[in-house]
């Protein structure tokens, strides 16, 4: 094959000449008889299509088209509808967002499904619409399914903060801290959460789980004399407590008996630990102390319990200006002057003697007694045996004292019951007039009545002072 350009051999199948660079363009030799081939095939396609139409051409009918007035209403029609729908949607959205109890039911659905964080915000949308704590409670729970403690914590502290929670609902809210904190062995929390509230029923159901600050039985202040400070807690536990103003632990001197300032300036510092190792807040007393108190009565019998009569006697060399109780109180002006000897009383008795110099009351002697007699007579019965035997000797009428038709009675007082002169124990029972005015006079006369035998006596007072006891003989019959 030659170049048609430059004439020079190529060799066949090459695209372009090597001599000159030409381009070379391969054109396929025509064939008419695939010419003829083509032309026949178009022919009867052709063909196929006049038949199939049997050779009529059906032009397009014309597109039908809505006038414009037409149009707008169709589309205004269309456009009010839309907007009903949506108006209509938009109003149940609103009634549905707005709506406490479905956004509770929606939250109980959504946490039964697992879906807590749905959950979370549906609980919170119906606490903005209404904050109640019962709903807190619910979240709460959500929280709690989450593993999310913080919140959960945080919901309960906000609760039992809540000043119109119930009881009830104060309760489960600080139970179920209490489960947090105490699974945690945090017990000291505990005990600051108690001390914020004002329930005493919550705080003895947790008694043990709290540490209050000692109290102290007096006011810090000045005193002139000894002062018996009292240390007391709340619950189980120890009281420690420091003198000179450091801090107390439980390393510090523990608290047992009463702590006696006697002289001088104390700084008084106590704290209590209960058994769960909870520490209290620390309770401070300052105390200046000048001891210039007249001293306490020494009394002859000591506290116990007894079975006979005995005297209580002061034994100092200066009995006056003693006055003394026998009900625990502290003497005054006002209570019994000590004169002599006082017989114990029967039963159980608290006598406390002081003296009482210019209005000043000196340092008090306290004694507890309890007689138990060996006995089954009681001065009750002694007292209606004198009646008896008044009654039977003429000198009353009745049991009620009448001796006339005055209406003055005699009446018999029960005193004391004691020994005399070492011959036995007797009940001492005093006689008294009563007008009918109200006027009670005693008469004088006093009986005994011996408690073992029940024999019955005068008793009188002879010249030196010495008691006499003259027998009262039964009547004849």
């Given at each position: 094959?030659?170049?048609?350009?430059?004439?020079?051999?190529?060799?066949?199948?090459?695209?372009?000449?090597?001599?000159?660079?030409?381009?070379?363009?391969?054109?396929?030799?025509?064939?008419?008889?695939?010419?003829?081939?083509?032309?026949?095939?178009?022919?009867?396609?052709?063909?196929?299509?006049?038949?199939?139409h049997d050779g009529v051409f059906e032009e397009p009918e014309p597109e039908k088209r809505f006038s414009p007035k037409k149009l707008l209403i169709r589309l205004s029609v269309l456009l009010c509808i839309?907007?009903?729908?949506?108006?209509?949607?938009?109003?149940?959205?609103?009634?549905?967002?707005?709506?406490?109890?479905?956004?509770?039911?929606?939250?109980?659905?959504?946490?039964?499904?697992?879906?807590?964080?749905?959950?979370?915000?549906?609980?919170?949308?119906?606490?903005?619409?209404?904050?109640?704590?019962?709903?807190?409670?619910?979240?709460?729970?959500?929280?709690?399914?989450?593993?999310?403690?913080?919140?959960?914590?945080?919901?309960?502290?906000?609760?039992?903060?809540?000043?119109?929670?119930?009881?009830?609902?104060?309760?489960?809210?600080?139970?179920?801290?209490?489960?947090?904190?105490?699974?945690?062995?945090?017990?000291?929390?505990?005990?600051?959460?108690?001390?914020?509230?004002?329930?005493?029923?919550?705080?003895?159901?947790?008694?043990?789980?709290?540490?209050?600050?000692?109290?102290?039985?007096?006011?810090?202040?000045?005193?002139?004399?000894?002062?018996?400070?009292?240390?007391?807690?709340?619950?189980?536990?120890?009281?420690?407590?420091?003198?000179?103003?450091?801090?107390?632990?439980?390393?510090?001197?523990?608290?047992?008996?009463?702590?006696?300032?006697?002289?001088?300036?104390?700084?008084?510092?106590?704290?209590?630990?209960?058994?769960?190792?909870?520490v209290s807040d620390v309770s401070v007393g300052e105390y200046h102390i000048e001891n210039d108190e007249i001293p306490a009565p020494e009394v002859s019998v000591v506290s116990g319990e007894y079975e006979?009569?005995?005297?209580?006697?002061?034994?100092?060399?200066?009995?006056?200006?003693?006055?003394?109780?026998?009900?625990?109180?502290?003497?005054?002006?006002?209570?019994?002057?000590?004169?002599?000897?006082?017989?114990?009383?029967?039963?159980?008795?608290?006598?406390?003697?002081?003296?009482?110099?210019?209005?000043?009351?000196?340092?008090?002697?306290?004694?507890?007694?309890?007689?138990?007699?060996?006995?089954?007579?009681?001065?009750?019965?002694?007292?209606?045996?004198?009646?008896?035997?008044?009654?039977?000797?003429?000198?009353?009428?009745?049991?009620?004292?009448?001796?006339?038709?005055?209406?003055?009675?005699?009446?018999?007082?029960?005193?004391?019951?004691?020994?005399?002169?070492?011959?036995?124990?007797?009940?001492?029972?005093?006689?008294?007039?009563?007008?009918?005015?109200?006027?009670?006079?005693?008469?004088?006369?006093?009986?005994?009545?011996?408690?073992?035998?029940?024999?019955?006596?005068?008793?009188?007072?002879?010249?030196?002072?010495?008691?006499?006891?003259?027998?009262?003989?039964?009547?004849?019959?």
């Open positions: 094959m030659k170049c048609p350009n430059c004439g020079e051999e190529m060799a066949e199948g090459t695209l372009y000449c090597e001599h000159c660079g030409e381009d070379i363009h391969i054109v396929p030799d025509f064939e008419p008889e695939l010419e003829a081939d083509l032309e026949q095939s178009i022919s009867e396609i052709m063909d196929e299509l006049d038949q199939e839309l907007f009903l729908i949506a108006a209509v949607g938009a109003c149940v959205w609103v009634y549905l967002y707005n709506s406490e109890e479905y956004q509770v039911s929606q939250a109980m659905r959504y946490t039964e499904a697992g879906a807590y964080d749905k959950a979370v915000a549906c609980y919170n949308r119906a606490l903005e619409l209404n904050n109640d704590i019962e709903l807190r409670f619910s979240l709460a729970e959500v929280y709690l399914l989450k593993n999310n403690k913080i919140e959960y914590e945080y919901l309960l502290r906000e609760i039992a903060d809540d000043k119109d929670a119930t009881a009830e609902q104060l309760d489960r809210a600080y139970g179920k801290l209490i489960a947090i904190y105490r699974a945690r062995e945090d017990f000291q929390t505990i005990n600051d959460l108690l001390l914020t509230s004002d329930d005493e029923n919550l705080i003895l159901t947790y008694q043990n789980y709290i540490a209050r600050a000692p109290e102290f039985s007096i006011r810090e202040g000045y005193y002139t004399s000894i002062q018996p400070l009292k240390l007391t807690a709340f619950g189980a536990g120890k009281i420690y407590y420091t003198l000179d103003g450091s801090e107390p632990d439980e390393n510090s001197q523990q608290y047992i008996t009463p702590i006696l300032l006697e002289d001088g300036d104390y700084c008084v510092k106590a704290v209590f630990i209960n058994d769960n190792g909870i006979f009569p005995i005297n209580i006697e002061i034994l100092d060399e200066e009995k006056e200006d003693v006055y003394y109780t026998t009900d625990g109180s502290d003497p005054t002006y006002f209570s019994n002057a000590y004169t002599g000897p006082v017989p114990m009383p029967i039963g159980k008795s608290v006598f406390r003697f002081a003296r009482i110099v210019d209005g000043v009351t000196g340092e008090i002697a306290e004694r507890t007694y309890l007689l138990e007699l060996n006995t089954e007579y009681t001065p009750a019965e002694a007292v209606n045996d004198i009646v008896q035997y008044c009654q039977d000797s003429g000198k009353i009428m009745d049991g009620a004292g009448h001796f006339d038709e005055s209406g003055d009675v005699y009446q018999f007082h029960y005193q004391y019951v004691t020994n005399i002169n070492d011959v036995s124990d007797f009940y001492v029972i005093a006689e008294a007039y009563l007008a009918a005015d109200g006027t009670l006079t005693r008469t004088g006369t006093v009986y005994a009545v011996d408690i073992y035998t029940k024999e019955q006596y005068r008793l009188q007072r002879n010249e030196r002072g010495r008691y006499e006891l003259t027998r009262l003989e039964p009547e004849p019959e």
